[in-house]
């Protein structure tokens, strides 16, 4: 059992969104240059994000990705069903009723125990996932980012965003 | 992110091996047509629960599969690793350090927040299901069979087994 691939990605640009100034959209291939991505895949994990309400796009000569909401008000639960969707992991295709000793399905009144004891496991996965927002990611990102990429990355920004990128 | 199909299939046939009387190996092939399972694909399975030391199997003419371990000492999280395999859900592949602004990787000195962040929620999910044991779930399982079923079950095995099944 894996996570999309693209959720690395979705979770390390809505970070950098984080760091963004404010009124500062981050054009997408400037995203996909940051973090030497293949620009075509991102822009299916953005898309993700934008449909799930977490990034918006500005458009115009300086367009380009922001956050639709504050860090502290996106978890990464959001993220993760975003980019993996929202069904459950563990999928109960009732073969409880299958097979020669089998009866009626309306003598089976709740979910199995296996589903249920299943399900709780991943109630306290979704529990620790919410109640990890994007803001801690960003400062946890903060506090364990070289000087030197800080410094690097403040100029790279400088040179690049001040020539008027696009989308 | 899905479990893969063979899991529920792997968790039932536990089960109903923890319902057997003592000494009574399961034959696969009873085993796949009690549940109306592929024998090829549900001795796939078998052969994982084997590997990870849960089940083994019996030689001779009243052959077949018996739980390992007592079911007490047999927990969810085993049965789950056993098929899906041990590994994280979610891989850091250090995206961190690509790019333009990256620097040495020796400035990075441990996993990243958001890795740390994803594996807290997977520890809390192991948790919950290293909580539940086999024997939980025979419990549930048993509370949740209609009587019908237990007793047409009950027949079936005598009537099957006693005919000196072989795997
Ligand atoms: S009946 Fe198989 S997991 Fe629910
Ligand atoms: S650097 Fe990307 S998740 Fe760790």
Redesign the interface.
């Known amino acids: 059992?894996?996570?999309?691939?693209g959720?690395?990605?979705a979770?390390?640009s809505c970070?950098l969104l984080a760091m963004m100034p404010p009124g500062t959209p981050l054009p997408r291939r400037l995203l996909a240059?940051?973090?030497?991505?293949p620009e075509p895949y991102l822009a299916k994990q953005l898309q993700k994000l934008s449909q799930a309400g977490i990034v918006e796009t500005r458009r115009g000569p300086r367009g380009g990705y922001v956050l639709a909401r504050k860090p502290e008000d996106i978890t990464?639960l959001q993220m993760v069903e975003a980019i993996?969707g929202p069904?459950r992991?563990?999928?109960?295709?009732e073969?409880?009723r299958?097979?020669?000793?089998?009866?009626a399905g309306k003598?089976?009144?709740?979910p199995?125990?296996?589903a249920?004891?299943?399900w709780?496991?991943?109630a306290?996965?979704?529990?620790?996932?919410a109640a990890?927002s994007l803001a801690?990611?960003q400062?946890?990102?903060m506090?364990?980012?070289?000087p030197?990429?800080t410094a690097?990355?403040i100029a790279?920004f400088q040179a690049n965003l001040l020539q008027g990128e696009t989308e």
């Not at 059992?1 to 691939?5: G, P």
């Not at 306290?124 to 996932?129: D, G, I």
Request: charged content about 30%; aromatic content about 10%.
């Open positions: 059992m894996k996570h999309s691939e959720l690395e990605w979770i390390h970070a240059e940051f973090f030497e991505l990464l993996d069904d992991h563990f999928v109960c295709t073969i409880r299958c097979g020669p000793t089998g009866v003598h089976y009144t709740r199995c125990g296996i249920r004891s299943m709780k496991a991943e306290a996965w979704r529990k620790e996932l990890t801690d990611i400062h946890l990102g506090a364990e980012t070289p030197e990429q690097k990355a790279w």
